[in-house]
């Protein structure tokens, strides 16, 4: 409508912050990375000055060290430059006229997205709009999962007129079962939600804006007071109709607003350019309004000293303060989505899988929330599947796109098999397919993939009759465009070719180990298993964090962390000083993980690294260069055989004292007994009222072996039987 020369993205500036400035200095004069990460993590500020200000250790760090002293000297003149440019996450430009007429230019190297280079600042004072047009991967699975919803339960769902107060939906938000619930994602976030347990949608609207850098430290005061175990205080009685929402705490720009409003006089139009003015810091602006507020706030008869106080108070949380109107609509999403996964899960987690679709880490994250939701995640299949992932009886069933090498192939397996039924065999496939597209290759995959394990024969059988049963769909294929049918056949009837199939070859099933690698050659990730399953007691148990993306991207950078994992990767490099290094890429159940190994921990370490190789690592978090995303420090490597062995402090039981028989009891205890070792034994007693309670047993100490901790499990369940690395 407008063209292509009118419109175009906005640029933004990734800078140069404290931590990083300090890192890449440090790099450049040859501190030890150890010290590096050190020096760094002792950086809690924004900037700098302010960090050394507020944190005496890290003053006395620099005092002490003069190659410390330059460090930080050279950071703080680079802290705050720009570092690389990005693009605006929802900033569009449409300009009147050609945009070279308002604006220089900028083009990534990577794609041809055109950016302004004035950033959303600038282009604002050049004459130009800018509109915020953010697209919602959400509001696609949201639309996906109604119509499989409408498909499978002839249900018409519209999701604006569903109860947003559902004892159901609030249940889901209170257990903070929210992986794939729009804003609520992330480990951290989840944890809030069961201290928050919330009960209504403002409860929701308020968790949106504060889980967010700088508000964050309010949650916990918000949880106390709605729970009534802090005061709700207000910095004036006037306020209370305004803060008494968020118990008390400024969450939101417009209570900005109306404060200004209320106590200062301000108009509508004025408190909206005190908050932008407070928003970007532009200082002779504010303190322009903050006269302005004073004069009001007079008016009402409040003191300047209260008028002072409420408005540094605004200041301070106009900073970070995020529009309530943004949040309220992100929350009655994020409560869409969490409903239908209360009341749909499969449909939901089904519409979700695809929208994940190439997207490893998520779409594994993804799975394995269906699994632990109790919904049963088949492979993908030519019988069953659909391009996308589907719904088939009972089970969630992968979509075909999800292969590799399959591509248009896909469409033409669906529509052949919509027009003449399932196929019989891997012969009648090649002889009902166009083998011009769903070639040698394509059939292999789907075979790698497990999606012909609907026909006879194994994996191992299949593949190896693929160029027979190629050759033979040819055959089948000529004859009938030649015309080669039963002479005294009906000619109205479709002409049937008696080919006999030859029968599959006689060889052995693949190895289990063989099959999982072949499933992820082509699907990029593991269906009928994990080369890990055998080690998920220790990896479960003593693992520090999980390597799916959202619980990454909660983590602090310099955090010590223990992750168990095989290593699926490997790439060693020699350095100017002629040692080795290596980097490696680390996989658990749930995602993947860099790990950097400097000459010291290669030197050391390095006959543990190998591909397929299963280990656990000791390393600090950091994250890398000019990006967001995580990487691993090896300080230290043990192989996952030996860990239980090592590792193992402690193995609990949890038991519900409801209906427990004392009989039940003494069986529990005499398996203890009779296999004491070197463990404390922790028992988790679950009252009624859901109240638990934490036993250590004082005089038996347990062995942590595997028949042990099985035969426990035949008793309790398996998900009451578990090891930590922690004594209590």
């Keep these: 409508k407008y063209g292509r020369d009118a419109v175009c993205q ?92 308002w604006s220089p230019l900028f083009k990534q190297s990577k794609n041809d997205i055109i950016m302004t280079q004035f950033d959303m600042n600038y282009v604002e004072s ?18 996906e999962a109604c119509s499989l919803i409408e498909k499978y339960h002839n249900k018409k769902l519209n999701l604006w007129e569903i109860d947003y107060e559902d004892e159901k939906t609030f249940k889901l938000f209170h257990a903070g079962e929210t992986v794939d619930v729009f804003q609520f994602e992330s480990q951290g976030m ?76 301000f108009t509508l139009g004025q408190a909206d350019i005190l908050r932008k003015a407070m928003g970007k810091k532009l200082l002779d602006k504010m303190e322009e309004m903050k006269e302005k507020f004073f004069g009001g706030a007079i008016k009402m008869n409040i003191d300047k000293k209260t008028a002072e106080e409420v408005y540094a108070l605004i200041t301070k949380f106009a900073e970070y303060g995020f529009p309530k109107s943004h949040a309220a609509v992100y ?9 239908l996964k209360a009341y749909y899960g499969k449909e939901y987690m089904t519409a979700v899988l695809t929208s994940h679709i190439g997207e490893r880490d998520k779409f594994l994250s993804a799975k394995n929330e269906a699994q632990r939701m109790g919904q049963k995640v088949k492979s993908p299949d030519i019988n069953s599947s659909e391009i996308n992932c589907n719904i088939d009886g ?18 033409i397996i669906i529509n052949e098999r919509t027009k003449k ?50 050759e033979y769909g040819n055959n089948f294929q000529k004859d009938k465009e030649s015309g080669q049918t039963n002479l005294f056949e009906n000619v109205l009837e479709e002409p049937s070719f008696n080919l006999t199939e030859p029968d599959l070859p006689g060889v052995s099933p693949w190895k289990y180990s063989e099959l999982l690698a072949k499933e992820k050659d082509v699907l990029n990730f593991y269906m009928s298993g994990h080369p890990l399953d055998h080690y998920a007691d220790e990896i479960n148990g003593f693992s520090t964090i999980t390597l799916d993306e959202e619980n990454l991207r909660a983590q602090k950078e310099g955090k010590s962390v223990l992750i168990g994992g095989v290593i699926t990767n490997i790439k ?6 002629g040692k080795q290094m290596a980097f490696l890429v680390l996989e658990d159940f749930h995602g993947s993980i860099e790990l950097i190994s400097f000459a010291e921990t290669y030197e050391q370490f390095n006959h543990l690294y190998a591909t397929d190789s299963m280990i656990f690592v000791r390393g600090t ?76 047993a004082k005089k038996l100490s347990i062995n942590p072996s595997i028949d042990v901790v099985n035969n426990l499990r035949k008793k309790l369940g398996n998900e009451n039987v578990w090891l930590s690395q922690k004594a209590v």
């Design 10 to 101: 906005i640029i933004n500036f990734g800078r140069m912050k404290a931590k990083a400035a300090v890192k890449d200095v440090a790099r450049v004069m040859g501190v030890p990375v150890s010290e590096a990460n050190n020096l760094s993590a002792m950086i809690q500020e924004k900037t700098l000055e302010k960090s050394i200000e507020t944190n005496s250790d890290l003053k006395a760090a620099i005092d002490s060290n003069p190659k410390y002293k330059e460090v930080v000297q050279y950071a703080q003149i680079l802290e705050g430059l720009a570092r690389q440019p990005g693009m605006h996450a929802g900033g569009v430009i449409i300009a009147p006229s050609e945009l070279t007429q």
């Design 126 to 143: 050049v004459g130009l709009v800018k509109m915020d047009i953010l697209g919602l991967r959400t509001l696609t699975v949201l639309q």
């Design 421 to 470: 039924g399932i196929f019989r065999s891997i012969f009648d496939f090649c002889c009902r397919i166009d083998l011009r597209i769903v070639n040698k290759k394509a059939i292999e995959s789907l075979i790698m993939a497990g999606a012909m394990d609907s026909l006879p024969g194994t994996r191992a059988q299949l593949f190896a009759a693929v160029e027979k049963a190629v």
């Design 621 to 696: 978090l950091q994250k890398r260069r000019g990006e967001q995303k995580y990487q691993t420090i090896i300080e230290k490597i043990i192989p996952l055989s030996e860990s239980r062995e090592k590792l193992t402090k402690s193995v609990h039981i949890k038991l519900n004292t409801q209906g427990l028989e004392e009989e039940f009891i003494q069986d529990i205890y005499s398996q203890c007994e009779n296999n004491r070792g070197l463990c404390k034994l922790i028992i988790h007693l679950v009252t009624q009222t859901g109240n638990q309670y934490n036993v250590l």
């Design 190 to 265: 989840q944890d809030y939600l069961r201290k928050l347990r919330p009960t209504c949608i403002e409860d929701i609207i308020a968790m949106t804006a504060l889980y967010r850098p700088g508000p964050m430290n309010n949650i916990d005061s918000f949880i106390r007071r709605k729970h009534g175990k802090e005061k709700i205080e207000y910095p004036h009685p006037m306020l209370q109709e305004i803060l008494n929402v968020t118990y008390g705490i400024i969450v939101y720009q417009e209570q900005v607003m109306r404060i200004a409003q209320k106590m200062g006089g």
């Design 394 to 411: 009972e089970n969630i069933c992968l979509g075909l796109s999800v292969i590799a090498n399959i591509g248009k192939a896909a469409e």
């Design 331 to 339: 929350a009655h999403i994020s409560y869409q989505a969490a409903y």
């Design 572 to 577: 060693v490099i020699t350095q100017k000083n």
